[in-house]
């Protein structure tokens, strides 16, 4: 991978981890891309932060809908807690 990219996805990754841990309790992210999703996780997880990577915006969506999801994220339009 070319120098700069690296860069990019590490101060990218770093910046979603710092956002999340101070703004929400969960995030919860999608890309038609399945390789941005696949470097996404990689990157994420590498960073101790959940990979809530999804195909499409309904797959997002019905992940927060989910009855008894505990990761303490916030109802679609409630702001996290």
Known sequence: MHHTAIAVKDAYTDMVR?????????????????????????????????????ECAADARRHLEMPGRDDGAAAPGRPSR
Request: no cysteine.
């Open 18 to 54: 710092e956002v999340a841990s101070r703004h929400h309790a969960s995030v919860t992210r999608y890309t038609t891309s399945a390789f941005m999703r696949a470097k996404l996780q990689h990157a994420l997880l590498e960073r101790g932060v959940a990979p809530r990577i999804f």
